[in-house]
C-alpha cells in the first residue's frame, strides 16, 4: 500500500491545532477522532469548504450539539456532502425494513438493546501526563467520549428515530456503576435504562450495559398497530405472528464499507447527495439526553435541554 500514501515529513501536523493545516490537503475529510473534538473539527471542516464522512457520536454535550447543528446549515448552502457513521442508514436490510413499515401500521412503541461484555481499558502508563491518559483511554471520560449510551447505543436509538421520524420530547431513567467502579473506568455508568417518550405519546424504552457475563443483544423492535419489525431478524410480522416480510440475506451488504462508497461516489460525479448532519446531532443529542436522565434521575424535556 505504499505507492498509494504520499504523507512526507512537511505535511505532518500535531498538536491540537493541527487539523485546521491537514484539512487544508485534503478534498475530504475524515473525522474519527475521539468524539469530543468532533464539533470544532466539523465547523473546520465546513469553514474549509471539505466534503465529509463524521463518525458517530458527533458531540458529547448539548453545546457541543449547537455547534454541528449551526455548522449543518452551512453545509447545506455550500452543499458539502456530510456522511455521518450511522451505518444502518447504508444497510440493504434496514432499508427495506424502513421501505416496508407501513405495514405494521404506527408505531406506537419501541425497544432498543446494546448489552455486551464492554470495551478496552488502556492502564496508566509511567511518565503519562493526566491529559494523555484521558486521551489514550478517552472512552471512559464523558467530555471525550459521552458515556456509553453516547458512543455505541445511539446506533440502536438513531434506527428507532429514523423509523419514527421524529425525535423524543421526554425522558426519565436510571443507570449506574455496579462493576466498572474504579478510576481505570473514568465516570462513566456501565448500565443505563431510558423511557424516552416522543411528541404522538409513544414510547421508545432503552437498555445499555456493559457487564460482563450478562445477556448480550444489540437489537431493535419497532411495535406498530398492525404488527412488529424485528430488525435484527430482519423480517416484519402481523399481530398473529406470521411472517409477511423476510428480508433475503443474499442481498445483504457490508454498510460500514457502503457508507464510504456512496459518498465517495457522489463526490466523483459531482453530486450533492448527502446531509446526514442534522439528524446525526439530533440522534446524538437524543443519546445524550438520555444519559442526562439516567445521571440526574429526574424527568426531562428536550426544549429544555437543547
Not at 473525522?31 to 473546520?44: A, M, S, V
Amino acid at each position: 500500500i505504499k505507492n498509494r500514501i504520499d504523507v512526507p515529513e512537511e505535511r505532518k501536523y500535531v498538536g491540537f491545532d493541527g487539523y485546521k493545516k491537514a484539512m487544508a490537503h485534503a478534498d475530504v475529510v475524515i473525522l474519527t477522532t475521539p468524539p469530543g473534538f468532533r464539533p470544532i473539527h466539523f465547523e473546520e471542516a465546513v469553514k474549509q469548504g471539505k466534503e465529509i464522512f463524521m463518525e458517530k457520536p458527533v458531540a458529547t454535550d448539548p453545546a457541543g450539539i449547537k455547534r454541528v447543528l449551526d455548522a449543518a446549515e452551512i453545509a447545506k448552502q455550500k452543499k458539502l456532502n456530510v456522511v455521518v457513521g450511522l451505518q444502518r442508514h447504508y444497510q440493504n436490510s434496514y432499508r427495506e425494513l424502513y421501505a416496508k413499515k407501513e405495514l405494521i401500521g404506527d408505531i406506537t412503541s419501541a425497544q432498543a438493546w446494546w448489552n455486551n461484555d464492554g470495551v478496552w481499558v488502556n492502564p496508566r502508563k509511567p511518565g503519562q501526563t493526566e491529559m494523555e491518559y484521558q486521551m489514550r483511554n478517552w472512552y471512559y471520560f464523558n467530555w471525550l467520549c459521552g458515556d456509553h449510551i453516547v458512543e455505541q447505543h445511539i446506533h440502536n436509538i438513531d434506527v428507532v428515530n429514523w423509523f419514527k421520524g421524529s425525535y423524543p420530547v421526554k425522558a426519565q431513567g436510571m443507570g449506574g456503576r455496579q462493576v466498572r467502579k474504579g478510576k481505570d473506568h473514568g465516570e462513566i455508568f456501565d448500565h443505563h435504562y431510558v423511557e424516552f417518550q416522543y411528541a404522538d405519546g409513544s414510547i421508545l424504552n432503552s437498555q445499555c450495559r456493559h457487564i460482563p457475563g450478562t445477556m448480550s443483544k444489540v437489537d431493535e423492535l419497532l411495535i406498530g398497530t398492525k404488527g412488529k419489525i424485528f430488525c435484527g431478524a430482519a423480517h416484519i410480522k402481523d399481530n398473529n405472528g406470521k411472517v409477511i416480510f423476510q428480508f433475503d440475506r443474499k442481498n445483504e451488504n457490508d454498510p460500514y464499507q457502503s457508507e464510504h462508497d456512496e459518498l465517495f461516489a457522489a463526490i466523483a460525479k459531482g453530486e450533492y447527495k448527502f446531509a446526514d448532519a442534522e439528524n446525526g446531532a439530533k440522534s446524538t443529542m437524543t443519546a445524550i439526553f438520555g444519559r442526562m436522565a439516567t445521571y440526574s434521575g429526574q424527568v426531562l424535556l428536550w426544549d429544555k435541554l437543547i
